[in-house]
């Protein structure tokens, strides 16, 4: 692994990636639609895909759909008999109905409305109406739900269009994210969720997400003073990773700071009595103390796995990992977030927000998660306030380019990498020509 950035030191994390350049970005990714269209053909459409959590589909026949534009696709996700999450296209074989219009459920067949065909829950078509008045040759074997790649990685389900995916799912997430997996994720059932429409680029509303140049000034009444600044007065991350495809930056909160600081009780503590010493604290001091012991379950041999705060920063307080495409994942001492930022056109993207705390067992702990709720909408306002503007700027052609500073590194690998696939995919399909 590189070294990481720490203290005062004046490293830039620019000079660690110099494969991703330092000069402007364009602005046409941005606003070009023809370049949308080339990201759904050579990305969306060939990249695992974040969809939901195996929480939501709990036993067999539990399903729910994801309508992804960027992928022209309607996909239904069930829990199988067997107990396995399976993914199919929602598309009847007979006249091409949607199977299920309902965007999530409990069936023992899925049953299309236009003509009853039924398929049961591993895709087979098991029932036709009047079956004798097809052609003698009809074979329901050959006619199922056409299925879609599906796997799942610490409890999140991920599709991929690619029948014959390029990389398994476990080898797209371990080189960056290996060291998350033990994280306590399926611990944490208490889900808030939000979800929005914004006239603007899937990258540009990502991008506002995956730096901290922006807390000073769109969060300055808000948070801002929750994370730990330099001498200069911005909040830089303590560290950036980038990869093949993924990115992480972790970020330090301030110890005096209720929402910077993860040591912080119910009773409104300015302080920790302690700070959080590395990964292998058990996770029963954050999150316990969090709720003066409200929580249902106990945390007490839970241990946060070595992947989280890999700098062992004494004041960290939480690590943001960018999942490629488009899935943003922040993980912490007693709660995660899980964003998902999902293109609809090359200017609308749909927005869905979901957070997830331990299940409280006291009123002190529900009014805890009650305030935490509201304030994180709050903030999440506060970050889309931006960005519509943003947009239409963009698309005026006023500037044809951005320039960023070290700490937007993010901004800049997520740019170099979509385009980089683009290249990879129209290249491949000149040699097939």
Same mark, same amino acid.
């Given at each position: 692994?590189?070294?990481?950035?720490?203290?005062?030191?004046?490293?830039?994390?620019?000079?660690?990636?110099?494969?991703?350049?330092?000069?402007?970005?364009?602005?046409?990714?941005?606003?070009?639609?023809?370049?949308?269209?080339?990201?759904?053909?050579?990305?969306?459409?060939?990249?695992?895909?974040?969809?939901?959590?195996?929480?939501?589909?709990?036993?067999?026949?539990?399903?729910?759909?994801?309508?992804?534009?960027?992928?022209?696709?309607?996909?239904?996700?069930?829990?199988?008999?067997?107990?396995?999450?399976?993914?199919?296209?929602?598309?009847?074989?007979?006249?091409?109905?949607?199977?299920?219009?309902?965007?999530?459920?409990?069936?023992?067949?899925?049953?299309?409305?236009?003509?009853?065909?039924?398929?049961?829950?591993?895709?087979?078509?098991?029932?036709?109406?009047?079956?004798?008045?097809?052609?003698?040759?009809?074979?329901?074997?050959?006619? /199922?739900? &056409?299925?879609? !790649?599906? =796997?799942?990685?610490?409890?999140?389900?991920?599709? %991929?269009?690619?029948?014959? *995916?390029?990389?398994?799912?476990?080898?797209?997430?371990?080189?960056?994210?290996?060291?998350?997996?033990?994280?306590?994720?399926?611990?944490?059932?208490?889900?808030?969720?939000?979800?929005?429409?914004?006239?603007?680029?899937?990258?540009?509303?990502?991008?506002?997400?995956?730096?901290?140049?922006?807390?000073?000034?769109?969060?300055?009444?808000?948070?801002?003073?929750?994370?730990?600044?330099?001498?200069?007065?911005?909040?830089?991350?303590?560290?950036?990773?980038?990869?093949?495809?993924?990115?992480?930056?972790?970020?330090?909160?301030?110890?005096?700071?209720?929402?910077?600081?993860?040591?912080?009780?119910?009773?409104?503590?300015?302080?920790?009595?302690?700070?959080?010493?590395?990964?292998?604290?058990?996770?029963?001091?954050?999150?316990?103390?969090?709720?003066? /012991?409200? &929580?249902?379950? !106990?945390? =007490?041999?839970?241990?946060?796995?070595?992947?989280? %705060?890999?700098?062992?920063? *004494?004041?960290?307080?939480?690590?943001?990992?960018?999942?490629?495409?488009?899935?943003?994942?922040?993980?912490?001492?007693?709660?995660?977030?899980?964003?998902?930022?999902?293109?609809?056109?090359?200017?609308?993207?749909?927005?869905?927000?979901?957070?997830?705390?331990?299940?409280?067992?006291?009123?002190?702990?529900?009014?805890?998660?009650?305030?935490?709720?509201?304030?994180?909408?709050?903030?999440?306002?506060?970050?889309?306030?931006?960005?519509?503007?943003?947009?239409?700027?963009?698309?005026?052609?006023?500037?044809?380019?951005?320039?960023?500073?070290?700490?937007?590194?993010?901004?800049?690998?997520?740019?170099?990498?979509?385009?980089?696939?683009?290249?990879?995919?129209?290249?491949?399909?000149?040699?097939?020509?």
């Amino acid at each position: 692994m590189n070294q990481p950035v720490t203290g005062a030191q004046p490293a830039r994390l620019h000079d660690r990636y110099p494969d991703l350049g330092r000069g402007p970005l364009p602005v046409a990714p941005y606003i070009d639609p023809a370049y949308w269209e080339l990201e759904k053909a050579h990305v969306f459409k060939k990249t695992w895909l974040h969809v939901g959590r195996v929480e939501e589909i709990p036993t067999a026949g539990d399903y729910f759909v994801k309508d992804l534009a960027a992928c022209d696709a309607s996909i239904i996700v069930v829990r199988t008999r067997s107990g396995a999450v399976k993914a199919f296209h929602n598309v009847c074989s007979h006249r091409l109905n949607k199977v299920v219009y309902e965007p999530c459920g409990k069936v023992r067949k899925f049953f299309c409305k236009f003509h009853g065909w039924a398929y049961d829950l591993d895709g087979r078509l098991t029932g036709v109406p009047d079956e004798a008045a097809f052609e003698a040759d009809f074979d329901k074997e050959t006619h /199922g739900l &056409t299925p879609v !790649s599906c =796997d799942v990685w610490q409890g999140f389900v991920f599709i %991929n269009m690619d029948p014959a *995916p390029a990389l398994s799912l476990a080898d797209f997430m371990a080189p960056m994210f290996g060291g998350l997996e033990g994280y306590p994720f399926h611990m944490f059932t208490a889900c808030y969720g939000w979800s929005t429409v914004v006239n603007c680029n899937w990258k540009m509303v990502l991008d506002a997400f995956q730096e901290t140049y922006h807390v000073g000034y769109v969060h300055g009444r808000s948070i801002a003073d929750a994370l730990e600044k330099t001498d200069t007065g911005s909040p830089h991350p303590i560290d950036g990773l980038c990869g093949d495809f993924h990115r992480r930056l972790s970020i330090a909160g301030n110890p005096k700071s209720v929402y910077g600081n993860p040591k912080a009780a119910t009773t409104g503590a300015s302080a920790a009595a302690e700070a959080l010493a590395g990964s292998n604290r058990p996770i029963a001091t954050a999150a316990l103390r969090l709720a003066q /012991g409200g &929580t249902k379950l !106990s945390f =007490d041999e839970v241990r946060l796995p070595d992947g989280l %705060n890999w700098t062992r920063h *004494p004041n960290w307080a939480f690590d943001i990992n960018c999942v490629f495409p488009e899935f943003y994942l922040s993980t912490r001492p007693n709660y995660f977030q899980a964003y998902n930022f999902r293109p609809i056109s090359h200017d609308k993207t749909l927005f869905e927000a979901r957070v997830y705390y331990p299940e409280m067992k006291t009123a002190g702990g529900r009014f805890y998660q009650e305030y935490m709720k509201v304030a994180l909408r709050d903030v999440l306002l506060e970050d889309l306030s931006t960005l519509e503007h943003t947009q239409a700027a963009a698309a005026t052609g006023a500037k044809d380019h951005m320039v960023l500073q070290d700490f937007e590194i993010m901004v800049r690998h997520g740019a170099v990498v979509v385009d980089r696939l683009i290249r990879a995919g129209l290249e491949a399909d000149r040699a097939r020509a």
